[in-house]
């Protein structure tokens, strides 16, 4: 499968971006799809995860109920939206996906397959 992340862009503190994540390639449907993040000079992060058929997530702690990850399975389309967004948040998003697990993880390494991520710059 092969990913590309998008919607990336400059916005205020408190306020909203919608990232997507496009898939093509092998059924998007039996993947569980991943947002990471990497801040400038930090080790990148799990944000959220989605299962297979959308019905369970799993969330950082860290983000307080501001995220919202959906899938849309007939789109072949991942989306994180992201309100009330901090200078924190700051970071390249990056989309991949888990085609071997069995239930919704936050393992970076049981992530084979990445995209080439999106910026997010939030000014304070």
């Known amino acids: 499968v092969q990913l590309q992340a998008f919607g990336g862009g400059l916005v205020q503190a408190g306020g909203s971006l919608r990232l997507s994540c496009a898939a093509s390639g092998r059924s998007f449907s039996s993947y569980i799809i991943g947002w990471f993040r990497q801040a400038p000079g930090k080790v990148r992060e799990f944000v959220v995860a989605?299962?297979?058929?959308?019905?369970?997530?799993v969330y950082a702690d860290s983000l307080q109920g501001r995220f919202t990850i959906s899938r849309d399975n007939a789109k072949n389309t991942v989306y994180l939206q992201m309100n009330s967004l901090k200078p924190e948040d700051t970071a390249v998003y990056y989309c991949?996906?888990?085609?071997?697990?069995?239930?919704?993880?936050?393992?970076?390494?049981?992530?084979?397959?990445w995209g080439q991520g999106t910026v997010v710059t939030v000014s304070s």
């Open positions: 989605i299962s297979q058929s959308g019905n369970s997530a």
């Open positions: 991949a996906a888990d085609d071997y697990s069995d239930y919704v993880n936050r393992t970076e390494g049981r992530y084979h397959y």
